[in-house]
């Protein structure tokens, strides 16, 4: 069983900055890929940004050159720094990562999702 927890959502005024956190835990035996996905009230789930083994990362239109991914194998954590918010960027923030994990047949790939961080960006 594998665990995504996120922090650092919270209210900032418009061209404010955010750092997120997710870290993972549990049965891990690689982190294939994590990110992060946005969902603002009314609307669907978005793209927002993803960083995969090799370092390389990948981010929705909307938040290029704003949002920077990154991460510490070490803790098995990733990181959102959000800059330049705009009000349209509110949305509560929800993490997602693969990761190799054991199963009966040897090893498995699971999606895991953490319980998401509310982001208002408001004056």
């Known amino acids: 069983q594998v665990q995504l927890v996120e922090s650092g959502g919270g209210l900032v005024q418009p061209g404010g900055s955010l750092r997120l956190s997710c870290a993972a835990s549990?049965?891990?035996?690689?982190?294939?890929?994590m990110g992060w996905y946005r969902q603002a009230p009314g609307k669907g789930r978005e793209f927002v940004a993803r960083?995969?083994?090799?370092?390389?990362?990948n981010y929705g239109d909307s938040v290029k050159g704003r949002f920077t991914i990154s991460r510490d194998n070490a803790k098995n954590t990733v990181y959102l720094q959000m800059d330049s918010l705009r009000p349209e960027d509110t949305a509560v923030y929800s993490c997602?990562?693969?990761?190799?994990?054991?199963?009966?047949?040897?090893?498995?790939?699971?999606?895991?999702w953490g319980q998401g961080t509310l982001v208002t960006v408001s004056p």
């Open positions: 997602n990562g693969t990761v190799l994990v054991p199963a009966t047949s040897g090893v498995g790939f699971l999606d895991a």
């Open positions: 960083i995969i083994g090799d370092g390389t990362s």
């Open positions: 549990g049965s891990i035996l690689r982190i294939n890929s």
